[in-house]
């Protein structure tokens, strides 16, 4: 068992009511090795000047996550099949939208990976085969309800 922890913090400004509604959404995640990101809701659903657009939302976080435990079991898999990547990237979608529970959620994801191979790279069905092993055994995507799309193309 594993177990992961973050800090987040908010304060209320000095002469702010609150009770309002009137108050920044803008805050402070804070990670273990000391790493700090801005953080805020996002500016679709609170806002301006409520929210800080700068600051990295939720949602956001949330599908980057996704891609990003996707990216490092894909690479994982490659390493085992001999493969050597010299570039991933993602263009990482998400739509938040309401669920059959008629409640606004984040219900679909779309992984848009690229990747760049150094010497012999797998042919389309074997890379297909890889993003879906990727799939399956990425934590995060084990762990939602959302639907996770790869797609290659």
């Known amino acids: ?74 690479l994982s898999i490659a390493a085992k099949r001999r493969f050597t990547v010299d570039r991933y990237s993602d263009a990482v979608e998400g739509v938040m939208e309401k669920n059959a529970e008629g409640r606004i959620a984040v219900t679909r994801v779309v992984l848009n990976p690229r990747v760049t191979y150094a010497g012999p790279a797998p042919d389309r069905a074997a890379e297909e085969a890889m993003h879906h092993a990727a ?15 790869i797609r290659l193309d």
């Open 1 to 74: 068992m594993s177990q992961y922890q973050a800090t987040v913090l908010w304060q209320r400004p000095p002469n702010v009511a609150f009770t309002d509604g009137r108050y920044s959404r803008a805050h402070l995640w804070r990670f273990d090795g000391g790493v700090e990101v801005p953080a805020s809701a996002s500016p679709h659903v609170v806002p301006l000047p409520f929210s800080a657009p700068e600051a990295v939302d939720p949602e956001e976080a949330y599908i980057a996550a996704l891609a990003s435990c996707h990216m490092l079991t894909f």
């Open 135 to 149: 799939h399956e055994q990425c934590f995060l995507a084990n762990s939602v309800k959302t639907v996770i799309e």
